[in-house]
């Protein structure tokens, strides 16, 4: 667990990246860490990439339904001119933002703020997914949340498209992916595949 960095005698900045698979309780650790600071009396500014509209348009809301107040960007140049006289930044879903959000947060950090990003870090072909990897390069603290492989219950550290839908970006729910751990993923990859080509050698049978 995160415990935040007393930093009462000096004006420190740093960058905390939590990561993971979908269902893996990301968005609820950015709020509960968000929710600490505003119970601490510290200024917090929270934001979201605004295509991200599943639960609502100016909030950031987990799968439990725990939310919190947020503003909708669509660039990452925008939370710059937004966070001025804040001590701490929430930023949401950043695997959907533009490059620029990795100097973004170290410019933020450079000022003496906080900087909490949460974000898938692959997608759902296992490929580290946007700006996340240059992310967490450059954070400070990383904290990688893991759901539960809805194969066989072990932890799950990769989403599955269940949706048969091959574009990168897919804002979806349970009836679009689930969590599987490496070998659950893996081996659905494998029949997917025999299954295919099962279906190329009839036809040319045929």
């Avoid at 509960?32 to 917090?44: D, F, G, H, S, Y």
């Avoid at 934001?47 to 725990?66: C, E, G």
């Avoid at 003496?112 to 603290?141: H, K, N, Q, S």
């Amino acid at each position: 667990m995160f415990i935040e960095v007393n930093s009462a005698n000096r004006k420190a900045g740093w960058i905390e990246v939590v990561c993971g698979s979908m269902f893996s309780g990301k968005t609820e650790e950015l709020i509960r860490r968000l929710r600490r600071a505003q119970i601490a009396n510290q200024q917090v500014e929270i934001f979201k990439p605004a295509l991200d509209t599943r639960y609502s348009q100016d909030a950031i809301v987990s799968h439990n339904q725990n939310s919190i107040r947020s503003t909708p960007v669509t660039s990452a140049r925008q939370i710059l001119m937004l966070a001025s006289g804040v001590e701490v930044v929430g930023i949401d879903e950043a695997q959907f933002f533009d490059e620029g959000l990795v100097e973004v947060a170290r410019e933020l950090a450079n000022r003496g703020l906080r900087v909490i990003i949460a974000g898938l870090d692959m997608d759902y072909r296992g490929v580290p997914f946007g700006p996340m990897p240059a992310l967490l390069a450059t954070a400070e603290f990383v904290t990688k949340v893991h759901a539960i492989c809805q194969r066989c219950g072990s932890l799950a550290n990769y989403s599955y498209r269940l949706a048969e839908q091959d574009q990168r970006i897919l804002l979806g729910e349970k009836s679009d992916y689930e969590p599987r751990c490496r070998r659950c993923y893996h081996l659905e990859a494998v029949e997917v595949k025999q299954k295919n080509e099962g279906v190329e050698v009839k036809q040319k049978n045929e």
